[in-house]
């Protein structure tokens, strides 16, 4: 009889144990499917098509705490070379062209303007991506141009869709790429190589020319 009683409360300990068992692993997966139900939330972006669209997303390309001063130039909605904005600090912003598929716009130190206004000068006469380089590179080594202060940057920041967050101005994939101006710069006068080694390496391109610097190009998004 004794040994029986035995039996019967071990018996009820391992039902009791199972049941619990079962109800700790009811709790765990409803935990684990809870966590990995992630809310998928997507971004509202939506085309650039008025001028305020268009300053505010361009002004990504500028350093986020210089964003309030910069100068902002470049075609309007209306297909007009205006200045979009004023500003008051070093930096002016060349907006993105509607016109163009796409999305590019820079910024530029503004020791740097008459070396660029003189390429928009020369492209609207008409004249090639070669001629412009020729006539400037004449005109900086006779001093004519100014080529601003060594070591000015240019931030770029470029896309392929014309799509921007309206909360964050942000344009859908957009990336970075920095341009340094080193004017007559050489690969001996760096220490850099003259071609990419790789994604957000720097490196030298017009080497020897008005127009050398140092190209620092974006590291491709990781998926």
Same mark, same amino acid.
């Given at each position: 009889?004794?040994?029986?009683?035995?039996?019967?409360?071990?018996?009820?300990?391992?039902? $009791?144990?199972?049941?619990?068992?079962?109800?700790?692993?009811?709790?765990? %997966? $409803?935990?684990?499917?809870?966590?990995?139900?992630?809310?998928?939330?997507?971004?509202?972006?939506?085309?650039?098509? $008025?001028?305020?669209?268009?300053?505010?997303?361009?002004?990504?390309?500028?350093?986020?705490?210089?964003?309030?001063?910069?100068?902002?130039?470049?075609?309007?909605?209306?297909?007009?070379?205006?200045?979009?904005?004023?500003?008051?600090?070093?930096?002016?912003?060349?907006?993105? %062209?509607?016109?163009?598929?796409?999305?590019?716009?820079?910024?530029?130190?503004?020791?740097?303007?008459?070396?660029?206004?003189?390429?928009?000068?020369?492209?609207?006469?008409?004249?090639?991506?070669p001629e412009i380089f020729d006539i400037r590179e004449q005109e900086a080594k006779s001093g004519k141009l100014d080529m601003g202060k060594?070591?000015?940057?240019?931030?770029?920041?470029?896309?392929? $869709?014309?799509? =921007?967050?309206?909360?964050?101005?942000?344009?859908?994939?957009?990336?970075?790429? =920095?341009?340094?101006?080193?004017?007559?710069?050489?690969?001996e006068s760096t220490g850099l190589p003259e071609k990419p080694v790789g994604p957000n390496h720097p490196w030298i391109m017009n080497p020897?020319?008005?127009?050398?610097?140092?190209?620092?190009?974006?590291?491709?998004?990781?998926?």
């Open positions: 009889m004794k040994r029986f009683l035995v039996v019967i409360a071990l018996a009820g300990a391992l039902i $009791s144990c199972k049941n619990a068992g079962e109800s700790k692993k009811d709790t765990d %997966d $409803s935990a684990t499917a809870e966590s990995n139900t992630v809310e998928q939330v997507e971004t509202n972006y939506v085309p650039i098509d $008025s001028d305020e669209a268009l300053i505010a997303a361009s002004l990504m390309a500028a350093p986020e705490e210089s964003r309030a001063g910069c100068k902002v130039i470049g075609y309007n909605m209306a297909g007009e070379f205006v200045t979009l904005r004023e500003g008051d600090n070093e930096f002016i912003v060349l907006a993105d %062209d509607p016109k163009k598929s796409g999305f590019n716009a820079a910024c530029y130190h503004k020791s740097l303007e008459p070396f660029m206004a003189r390429g928009r000068e020369l492209r609207a006469e008409g004249k090639t991506g060594p070591g000015t940057t240019l931030h770029i920041y470029y896309g392929e $869709s014309d799509q =921007y967050n309206p909360e964050t101005h942000e344009v859908e994939g957009a990336q970075y790429r =920095y341009v340094v101006y080193l004017p007559f710069a050489t690969a020897g020319t008005h127009r050398a610097h140092i190209m620092i190009s974006p590291l491709p998004d990781k998926e």
